[in-house]
């Protein structure tokens, strides 16, 4: 009865070590990418209503090179990385990354337009990655319990 019972505690050790915490894992990077996603289009709608309100049209920046060496530039389009891409001067229109590899051209205003909808979007994904999040934790929990009551141990 020992050695059975030894097998199962072994069975349930593999499954959280193995399955669940890996899971636990990535369940935690992906919806800290969605995070990163959101604070992108959020300082996106802060800058273009700075803007908008600033009438701005060029604007001077320090750009990183890389391995955090910068450099002051003439910023004659306004850039954010991974939501918003400009390819032309004219700083009234610029291109939104809207998903799968896709941007599309818009105007300032367009863009404060659609940019609600996609954080809606976002915090519903965060949302979901917290619920995934505390499912896998409770099944660790479960398991752990098992474990413990296999082993004859007390309660915590």
């Known amino acids: 009865m020992d050695r059975l019972r030894e097998e199962k505690i072994q069975r349930?050790?593999?499954?959280?070590?193995?399955?669940?915490?890996?899971?636990?894992?990535?369940?935690?990077?992906?919806r800290d990418k969605v995070f990163e996603q959101q604070k992108v289009f959020s300082d996106l709608r802060k800058n273009l209503e700075n803007l908008e309100k600033n009438s701005v049209t060029s604007l001077r920046s320090m750009v990183n090179l890389g391995s955090e060496v910068y450099a002051q530039a003439e910023v004659d389009s306004v850039l954010t990385p991974k939501a918003?891409?400009?390819?032309?001067?004219?700083?009234?229109?610029?291109?939104?990354?809207?998903?799968?590899?896709f941007h599309v051209e818009l105007t300032w205003s367009e863009a404060l337009s659609i940019i609600p909808a996609r954080e809606e979007k976002l915090a519903r994904q965060i949302e979901e990655y917290t619920r995934l999040?505390?499912?896998?934790?409770a099944q660790i929990k479960t398991v752990s319990q098992g474990i413990r009551e296999l082993l004859q141990l007390p309660t915590e």
């Not at 050790?13 to 990077?29: M, N, T």
């Not at 918003?84 to 809207?98: A, K």
């Not at 999040?133 to 934790?137: D, F």
């Open 12 to 30: 349930f050790e593999e499954f959280v070590d193995r399955r669940l915490k890996p899971d636990l894992v990535r369940a935690i990077a992906e």
């Open 84 to 101: 918003l891409h400009v390819c032309r001067p004219d700083t009234r229109h610029i291109f939104v990354d809207v998903g799968l590899g």
């Open 133 to 137: 999040i505390a499912q896998i934790k």
